[in-house]
């Protein structure tokens, strides 16, 4: 059933008029009418307005109708300028504004509980959205739809102070008075809900005519989509994916038509019940008839009598156990005061030992369906309780029922009320309307979870695999560690596809989660100390809360269900890392909250097949980052769900002798293979790891300079198209135009076939050579060298599918950078080089403008030869030049101005600088390096962040205000003034606004990762806000230069973090 509410009479009245069958009841004065709504069944209540009606009506609803969803319809105002009456909103997020508890340091709308923001359902907002498209075919006017934050309170809204309010302190995009106390409701009951709503207002002066004048309108507009919304909804909560499901089921003949069974009927407490038979083999025995009216007392004819209150379970003491050739026993079920069965009797069931204690439960969230399983020779299985629930274990209760397996291939149970079964060979499938449950029943013996452990010496030695089966048992193993050792993760990847080969199914999940714990332990050898645990901690608790839900899929599958399951999962990852999927980057997208969903995956995969690694290594993959950082967040990941698994698998009773016997001879083996991977990546680069990882799927890039004499082959796994392009702002590279790439998990290779016309040029910090051919004049790459390792980025112009790199290029500043930062970053971000027929470099001097001038052989720089000696401080000189410009604008600037600023005649000028331009982009450059980048390093100083942002922005106003200060700032006068018509211009200006929301964004992130900054806010997006706030507060100043109305500006821009 689907619950329906509205507060006003109007916003229901549609609805009402198509209903049918209807019956009307009113509980607390609440009017509430259950019928029919086009085939699906609703109850519709008018909650009355506010908050307090809403919720009383909300739990009335979830306490007597017992709903599957529930969905409120109703009007609300509009927050946003371009709103438009009749418009609709699906609430995303509700919070009730009129909650205030700032007096105890919590913002407006914040409960005691910490929780400020109410959810609706996202699966009810999709399926609303659906609902939306097609729902205004053929209307005059057809609304907008909008999804976000709507506001709820006990007032309505009609002032624009309270409006712009609204929008500041929540963000909303609606105002009503129901919402939020329908969503806490329901949030408190579990109970999934939407709550939308219809723009009658904008929420302003003129709102209260407005309200009056558009209710019917709007109220019709809500309807035309509760009208699609209802029947989809109204299939329950389940309802789309069981359809799906039995589609499958029919299209693949999975789900056969039941044939009735000439059974007997069993007595039961609660008098005659129907037996029925699900074959569980290919041929299928008729049961025994179990006479009628025998009573409680008796289960079935020829067992003995029990006591009052009991149940029989397994046989009368015929046959002796096939391994101890004891007897059998006798065992019953007595029920205990929580409502389970406790088993009494004598000798013992199966191969030695209860294999669950009686009480391993096979609990399903869907249908409230709860077994206990207990295995003897012919497989006994005792439902102890079975009802119907909505996400949680609820409903009426059934009396334990016996299930009996009186021969094989034969199943015979009794249905608990309210289900049907239906016949399998394989399945036994418990139905209720649409309900659909797939209950497997694999054979499990010699549990640990039982009463004792079965030791026997002739369990062993029948579990022993004879010698090929041994030799890829053994070859798994080493293979398997070896991964783990250097990758960090791929025991359960490649072990699995060697042992589901010649092992039974069941043995392997639990054989490679306790083959990867050793594998994990060994290969953590020098690698524990750089754990990244509060980045690994959100995938942690994911997977630990993931692994419960995995054993129990691993101990309701068939083993042909797990080795199917398996071979699809390792065949998608193989796509995956394939695919070129991995090549897009997705940075912190999604959060924290992200990363725990993807742990539970993990966790899921662990504990059904020991799988937990692949899931977050692809999450990680996406992220980014360096490769020993993704692994300081997946190998602990991996080892303690792992671990959690391994204790689950011996609880659910999984690991049994077999699983001990192939674990006897395959630990050995992972632990030799994991010590030698260990050892081999702690000798590994970082580049050569990495290149291992992706060797297999990299692309490779040729070219080279126009006339052959310098070639390259760039080989990535990223897609041209998904590489980040970057536009380095330094002067040499401005002047060329020039665009670079580089993937530090690549590779490149250089090589030179003509040495003797490769010019090796260096400038600025002279840490890389930049490589151009003297015939042709291309700019090919450049190259840093580090203790004998050659990194490098190539030029895009220089390959041949330059076409493929269309992206717009970022603009890359790193002026800031001293010699070591910039080192740095070049290993950690360049590609990894190799560089054939490069000759010894004979020595170093040091000509005109810095440069660095390599003499000798084919090294010469050939501008060495018309460089005249240095007469001036060229430093000095920009610094004069700059304020020249700065004062005075570029246009309003002579060349004799800056002759009379700089004291360097003309000709020295044209000689070092080109031109007055040239001159200029030096002046931005230095302007760049002394300025902006020296408050840009303070902000990667340790310490808080709000502190910092503030001392930094505090520094643009005093510097754009200050006493005896210039107006405004040097890059704001250029981007005014020369950047619409100067792309060199522009491209300085655009390198300037990017380092410094790059310093930004870093900054943000780190007090992200420290817990300064929440997980819901965006580091990208306000290292954007706070660059435009920047730029802003220069503008500013410019025309209206008032230090106090500037410092409000910061204190505004800095509640953005909160």
Not at 366 to 374: M, P, Q, S, Y
Not at 733 to 747: E, F, I, T, W
Request: aromatic share 6%; proline share 6%; net charge neutral.
């Amino acid at each position: 059933m689907l619950a329906v509410m509205g507060a006003l009479a109007e916003e229901i009245d549609l609805l009402r008029a198509e209903m049918t069958g209807v019956s009307e009841a009113r509980h607390a004065d609440i009017p509430v009418l259950k019928g029919d709504f086009k085939g699906t069944e609703i109850a519709l209540a008018r909650c009355g307005i506010g908050k307090v009606n809403a919720a009383i009506c909300t739990q009335m609803l979830v306490n007597l109708y017992e709903p599957d969803a529930l969905v409120f319809s109703g009007v609300a105002g509009g927050l946003l300028p371009n709103m438009r009456v009749g418009d609709l909103v699906i609430a995303s997020h509700l919070i009730q504004f009129d909650i205030d508890l700032t007096a105890f340091g919590r913002r407006h709308g914040e409960l005691p509980d910490g929780d400020r923001m109410i959810q609706s359902d996202p699966d009810l907002i999709e399926k609303t959205a659906d609902a939306f498209d097609g729902a205004f075919n053929g209307a005059e006017a057809e609304p907008n739809l909008m999804i976000g934050t709507v506001v709820s309170g006990d007032r309505f809204v009609e002032d624009s102070k309270t409006l712009r309010w609204l929008q500041r302190e929540f963000g909303a995009l609606a105002t009503e008075m129901e919402g939020a106390a329908v969503g806490y409701t329901c949030q408190l009951n579990k109970l999934p809900f939407v709550v939308v709503r219809g723009l009658s207002d904008t929420a302003n002066e003129a709102a209260p005519d407005d309200f009056k004048a558009n209710l019917e309108t709007v109220c019709r507009n809500s309807y035309r989509l509760m009208d699609r919304l209802i029947p989809v909804q109204g299939l329950s909560r389940y309802g789309l994916a069981v359809e799906r499901l039995q589609r499958f089921s029919e299209a693949s003949g999975l789900l056969r038509t039941p044939r009735p069974y000439a059974g007997e009927e069993a007595a039961t407490a609660e008098g005659p019940r129907r037996e029925a038979v699900c074959g569980l083999g290919s041929e299928e025995e008729e049961a025994p008839a179990v006479p009628a009216g025998q009573g409680q007392q008796q289960a079935a004819a020829g067992d003995e009598p029990v006591e009052p209150g009991t149940r029989r379970i397994g046989g009368a003491g015929e046959g002796d156990d096939h391994i101890s050739g004891r007897p059998a026993g006798h065992f019953h079920a007595v029920p205990r005061d929580d409502g389970g069965l406790r088993p009494e009797g004598e000798g013992r069931l199966g191969n030695g030992g209860i294999v669950s204690g009686a009480r391993a439960h096979l609990d399903d969230p869907l249908t409230g369906l709860e077994v206990a399983r207990l295995v003897d020779d012919h497989q006994h299985i005792v439902v102890e309780r079975a009802g119907i629930g909505i996400g949680r274990l609820e409903g009426r209760r059934a009396a334990p029922a016996r299930v009996d397996m009186p021969g094989p291939g034969v199943l015979r149970i009794p249905p608990p009320r309210g289900f049907d079964v239906i016949r399998h060979p394989w399945l036994l499938v418990a139905v209720r309307s649409r309900i659909v449950k797939h209950l497997p029943l694999p054979a499990v013996d010699n549990s640990i979870g039982g009463h004792r452990l079965p030791c026997y010496a002739a369990d062993m030695l029948a579990s022993l695999p004879d010698i090929s089966s041994l030799t890829i048992l053994l070859l798994g193993a080493l293979t398997a560690g070896f991964v783990t050792g250097f990758a960090g993760f791929g025991t359960g990847l490649v072990a699995s596809g060697f042992w589901f080969h010649v092992l039974p199914a069941a043995t392997v999940p639990p054989l490679v989660v306790m083959a990867s714990v050793a594998a994990q332990l060994v290969s953590l050898i020098g690698l524990r100390p750089r754990f990244d645990w509060p980045q690994a901690a959100p995938y942690l608790i994911g997977g630990i809360l993931g692994v419960p839900l995995g054993v129990m899929a691993l101990a309701a599958a068939s083993p042909d269900l797990l080795r199917t399951a398996v071979g699809i999962f390792l065949v998608l990852y193989a796509l995956v890392q394939f695919s070129g999927l991995l090549r897009l980057q997705i940075g912190g997208w999604g959060g924290r909250s992200s990363d725990a969903a993807v742990g539970i995956g993990g966790g899921i995969m662990g504990g059904f097949a020991g799988l937990s690694g692949p899931l977050p290594l692809i999450w990680l993959q996406l992220r980014g980052g360096p490769a020993t950082g993704q692994r300081a967040v997946y190998q602990p990941f991996n080892l303690i769900v792992l671990a959690t698994a391994s204790a689950g698998m011996a609880l659910g009773g999984q690991v049994d002798t077999a699983v001990l016997t192939a674990l006897l001879f395959s630990v050995p083996a992972t632990v030799v293979g994991a010590w030698t991977g260990a050892r081999l990546y702690h000798k590994a680069s970082e580049s050569l790891f990495r290149r291992v990882a992706v060797r297999g799927r990299a692309m490779r890039h040729n070219g080279g300079c126009h006339c052959g004499a310098i070639e390259v082959t760039f080989e990535s796994a990223i897609a041209p198209e998904a590489m980040e392009v970057r536009a380095c702002q330094c002067s040499f590279c401005r002047k060329h135009a020039s665009l670079a790439v580089s993937d530090p998990a690549g590779h490149l290779r250089i090589t030179l076939r003509d040495p003797t016309a490769v010019q090796r040029y260096r400038f600025g910090l002279s840490t890389a050579d930049y490589f151009l051919c003297r015939r042709c004049g291309v700019y090919v790459a450049a190259i840093l060298e580090e203790a004998g390792q050659h990194y490098a980025i190539v030029i895009v112009n220089a390959l041949e599918e330059a076409g493929r790199f269309s992206q717009p290029p970022l603009a890359a500043d790193y002026s800031h950078e001293d010699e070591a930062a910039r080192r740095r970053r070049r290993r950690e971000r360049w590609t990894p080089a190799v560089i054939e027929g490069l000759p010894e470099r004979r020595r170093t001097a040091i000509g005109a403008c810095g440069l660095s001038t390599h003499v000798g052989g084919p090294h010469r720089n050939v501008m060495a030869a018309v460089a005249r000696p240095r007469e001036f401080d060229k430093e000095e000189v920009v610094a004069a030049a700059l304020g020249v410009f700065w004062r005075q604008g570029y246009q309003a600037t002579s060349v004799q101005d800056l002759v009379e600023a700089t004291g360097v005649n003309r000709g020295s000028l044209y000689d070092t600088f080109g031109d007055k331009h040239g001159l200029f982009l030096e002046a931005v450059e230095h302007y760049r390096r002394r300025f902006t980048g020296r408050r840009l390093r303070r902000l990667e100083e340790p310490g808080p962040l709000r502190p910092k942002l503030a001392a930094f922005f505090g520094d643009v106003v005093e510097f754009s205000v200050g006493e005896g200060r210039l107006l405004g700032c040097l890059m704001t006068n250029a981007a005014i003034e020369m950047a619409p018509h100067d792309r060199e211009t522009a491209l300085a200006v655009a390198a300037n606004m990017g380092s410094m929301e790059s310093a930004f964004r870093r900054a943000l992130t780190a007090a992200q990762k420290n817990g300064e900054l929440s997980a819901d806010k965006s580091p990208r997006d306000l290292a954007r806000f706070l660059t435009a706030t920047a730029n802003g507060l220069r503008v500013m100043a410019k025309v209206a230069p008032e230090r106090a109305a500037l410092k409000s500006v910061v204190r505004i821009a800095l509640q953005a973090l909160d």
